[in-house]
């Protein structure tokens, strides 16, 4: 691409950037109250949450690493999508609804707030636990989204890493800190109609230059082996089912288990709007998903393999390569809000975890509202300095953790708010011992032989629940809120 090209792509982000900037400096200017800061204060209407979970849910994920594997893998590609899709669906028709009413009926603005009081018995201790294993590990995927907006802006750009790294860290945690909850979501909202737009006009641009240059789909994916034009991948017996379990495992961590995730179903205002915001969810989800394995399989019919020398950027290559400037700064624009979204809602995770769980609840310092929102906002700008650090100065380490989260913490607290939703004789110790099980079992099946065989994100799920049901029934709670 000519300077010209490279100018008009960068103006474009910049304006994007101006502009997410902007919906932060318009609600810090309103007055805001703990419930608003956290959730919204109930303003906000379904589409706009709809749109901002899907945003937050799918980050660089959906535009660099699940495209990037299914260029590589070919038609088998699909079954991670389709696990994801499955979690998706679930989530919004069958937890949602029960995220409004509890979150009505206790009056609580966190996951670890709403576990301990309905385990009054054991509250304390598994307001701080969750707490700090939320707090921590979001902590880690903030350093890591930051670090991939370095690494998108370099490939794209040339920009050097750290110089890209900061100014986009800094304008994720201005916008975050000044507006809040409202901030976020509403720039999610944005970032979200981006993303919808880059899963359209790439596939639909792909296939006409494959149909431009008379190029055969299925003797292309024949001819990259491996399977790669077989919808198993050529797999047969335990080789197929460890295949299928491993891509079908991102499901668990869909079932209510992320905080960033279970804070929009929280903030839903009604059932009306809860209606409204579960069709734009999974018609969004449809449309970005089959988008991006068109994307992937397209690719790997104009770019042969070894051509990309890092697969995961086979979309912004795409995008630079088919696409006019004016289009690609626009589609730019869209993988950055990817990752600028997962961010942003990970920095309220923290947030709410160290000012609402620690120290408004767990040590019981008396606050006003006026005083929660300015230490919230405070305790934003250290997690986003803090997660900017851990990125320039561990980048290897830090995508190890951010794997390890999804098992650690997204299928610990699944299992646990499967259990406290729809079995009635969950405990508050089989709640905490499900927390303990999952950061350990996590850490010992990653680190061990078996991670090859069978995925975390499978089997830390099903560990949690068992040890959840046999802790429940051993040690079952006298007398217990409902």
């Known amino acids: 691409m000519n300077i010209e090209g490279n100018v008009i792509i960068y103006v474009e982000i910049v304006i994007y950037l101006l502009v997410t900037l902007g919906i932060g400096v318009y609600f810090s200017r309103k007055k805001m109250n703990q419930s608003e800061y956290y959730l919204g204060g109930s303003k906000i209407p379904g589409w706009a949450l709809a749109f901002s979970e899907r945003a ?9 690493g699940a495209v990037g594997f299914i260029y590589i893998t070919g038609l088998s590609g699909i079954w991670i999508l389709s696990g994801m899709f499955l979690g998706v669906l679930f989530s919004w028709l069958f937890l949602a609804k029960r995220f409004m009413n509890e979150r009505k ?3 609580v603005y966190t996951l670890p707030d709403y576990f301990s009081v309905k385990f009054p018995g054991h509250g304390r201790t598994i307001r ?10 979001s902590l880690f995927y903030i350093a890591g989204q930051f670090s991939g907006t370095g690494k998108t802006l370099f490939s794209i750009s040339g920009i050097d890493i750290t110089l890209g790294t900061v100014i986009i860290a800094i304008i994720i945690i201005a916008y975050s800190s000044m507006g809040g909850f409202m901030s976020v979501v509403w720039t999610d909202t944005v970032q979200s109609f981006l993303m919808l737009l880059a899963f359209i006009i790439v596939p639909i641009v792909a296939y006409i230059e494959i149909q431009n240059n008379d190029l055969s789909i299925s003797q292309s994916l024949a001819a990259m082996g491996n399977g790669a034009d077989e919808w ?3 797999l047969t017996g335990l080789a ?15 079932l209510g288990g992320q905080p960033q995730l279970s804070s929009r179903f929280m903030a839903l205002k009604d059932e009306k709007e809860r209606k409204t915001a579960t069709w734009v969810a999974i018609s969004w989800t449809l449309i970005v998903y089959v988008g991006a394995f068109l994307v992937g399989i397209f690719g790997s019919v104009l770019y042969e393999q070894g051509t990309i020398v890092d697969a995961e950027m086979i979309l912004p290559h795409m995008v630079t390569d088919l696409l006019p400037p004016w289009i690609a700064g626009i589609i730019i624009s869209a993988i950055l809000a990817a990752i600028m979204s ?18 408004h609840k767990t040590m019981g310092i008396k606050m006003n509202n006026r005083r929660i929102v300015n230490i919230s906002r405070l305790t934003l700008v250290i997690a986003g300095i803090l997660g900017l650090v851990i990125s320039l100065i561990s980048e290897s380490f830090i995508y190890g953790v ?4 999804w098992a650690g913490m997204g299928n610990t607290f699944s299992a646990v708010v499967l259990l406290t939703f729809f079995w009635k004789k969950t405990s508050g110790i089989g709640v905490i011992a499900t927390i ?3 950061f350990i079992s996590a850490i010992l099946w990653m680190t061990s032989p078996l991670e090859a065989i069978v995925s975390a994100k499978a089997s830390t799920f099903f560990i949690c629940l068992i040890i959840g049901i046999v802790f429940s029934l051993m040690y079952p709670d006298q007398k217990k809120q409902r």
């Open 232 to 234: 198993f991948g050529g």
């Open 240 to 254: 197929l089912g460890a295949m299928l379990l491993t891509n079908f495992s991102w499901f668990f961590g869909f």
């Open 105 to 107: 009926k206790y009056d």
């Open 436 to 438: 303990i099980s999952g």
């Open 56 to 64: 937050t849910a799918e980050s660089a994920y959906m535009f660099l």
């Open 402 to 405: 951010v794997s390890f989260a």
């Open 342 to 359: 997962t961010a942003s809602s990970q920095l309220l995770v923290v947030t709410s975890s160290v000012s609402e769980d620690i120290i």
């Open 128 to 137: 701080l636990l969750s707490a700090l294993i939320m707090g921590s590990f």
